[in-house]
DNA sequence: TTGGAATGTCAACAAGGCTGACTTAAACTG
DNA sequence: CAGTTTAAGTCAGCCTTGTTGACATTCCAA
C-alpha cells in the first residue's frame, strides 16, 4: 500500500502505473469475456446433453491422441472421479475410445472417435470463430499483447502444460 | 476453408493471417489463464466456505454499491433462485444489507457492511496483484492488446454491462 | 513375490446452476 | 378504483460437475 503510486524512478517507459481502477476494468473484462468465450460452445453442447467438462475432455483428447487418463487430470485439474463420470459417457456415446496401453497395459489411451471428431470439430469451429472475430475487431497488434497477458496469469504448474501443448511454433 | 491462407492481398498490415493453431493456443490460453485468474480468490473464499458466486455478488456489489437485484440478475446472468441463495447467505452473514427502496418500495439495494467490505477488499486486492504482475511480466505495451481482444470477445449484452460499469474514464 | 502405481468403480455429498409454481407488496394503468 | 404488471422472495425438485473415501483390479519393478 504505502510503496506504488509516486514514481521516484527514472523513466516511465518500463514502469507501469496501474491505477486500481485499471487493474478492476481487467479483471471485469475477464469475467465478461471468459462468457463471451464459453457461450457458443455451449450452446452446441446443450444439444447434446453435455457440458463443459466434455468439451474440455473432447478438446484436449483431440489435441493430444493417444494421451492417458493420468495426463488428462493433470490438464484438466479435476480428480480422477470426476473426470471418469465425464469419460465414461463419452466412451458410452462412441465418441472417445479407451485403447489398453501396449507398453504398459494399466494405462488407457484415449482417441476421439469419428463422431467425437464431428463433435469436437464443430465447437472448435465456433470458438476460433469467435476468436478470430474478436482478434479482426482488435487488431491484429493487439494480439500479442493479449496472448502474452494471458500467458503471465497462468501458474507455472499451468503454463507447463500449455507449453507443453504448443505445437513449438505459435 | 478455402479462402484464408494465401494471402493474395496487397500488405500483410490490415489483414490477419490467422492459422487454425494460432486460433486454438488462444482458446487454450484462455482456458489456462482464467485458472489462474480465479485460484487465489479460490484459496480465501474456500477459508469462509464461501465459493465464486458469493464472490461474483459481492464484486459487483461493492462496484455498484445501491444496486438493486434486478440489474444484478442481469450483470451475473444467473436466475433469481440461484442469486438468490448466495445473497441469502450473504446477507445472513452480515456482508451484504439489503435496503428497501425509498422511491421505489419494491427494489431492494444491496450494499456491503463493513465486514463484506473487508472480505471483498481482500479478495480484490489479491486479484489485482495478479492482473498487476502479469501486465508486469507482459509489458506495459501487451496491456491495451489484452484488453481490446477481451472486449471484442464479449457478447454485445455483456459488453453493455461491462461498459455500464465502467468509470467511464479507465 | 510383494509393494506400489495406474486405473476404475461405488457411494455419498456439496455447490451452484436450472425450471416451475406461487406469494407478497408495490406500482402502474385504464 | 380495479386490474395488471413488476420486484423480490421462497419452496421444491432436478442436473452437472466438483469433492472424499473406500476398495478392487491389474501389472510393473525391485
Do not use: W
Not at 456415446?93 to 464443430?122: A, F, P
Amino acid at each position: 500500500m504505502a510503496d506504488g503510486k509516486a514514481g521516484g524512478t527514472k523513466s516511465g517507459e518500463a514502469l507501469l502505473f496501474l491505477t486500481d481502477e485499471q487493474l478492476r476494468k481487467g479483471i471485469e473484462a475477464m469475467f465478461f469475456a471468459y462468457r463471451g468465450f464459453t457461450a457458443d460452445p455451449d450452446r452446441i453442447l446443450e444439444e447434446h446433453g453435455y457440458g463443459r467438462a466434455h468439451h474440455r475432455a473432447l478438446h484436449f483428447i483431440a489435441r493430444a491422441p493417444g494421451t492417458n487418463v493420468n495426463n488428462l487430470l493433470g490438464i484438466l485439474g479435476v480428480t480422477k472421479q470426476s473426470l471418469n463420470r465425464v469419460l465414461r459417457t463419452l466412451i458410452d456415446d462412441g465418441l472417445v475410445e479407451s485403447r489398453i496401453g501396449v507398453q504398459d497395459k494399466r494405462e488407457r489411451h484415449l482417441y476421439l472417435t469419428e463422431t467425437g471428431k464431428i463433435l469436437e470439430g464443430e465447437i472448435a469451429e465456433v470458438q476460433r470463430a469467435r476468436m478470430r472475430a474478436a482478434y479482426r475487431k482488435a487488431g491484429h497488434e493487439a494480439v500479442s499483447g493479449f496472448r502474452r497477458v494471458l500467458e503471465a496469469m497462468m501458474d507455472p504448474d499451468q503454463t507447463e502444460f500449455f507449453n507443453a501443448l504448443s505445437g513449438k511454433e505459435d
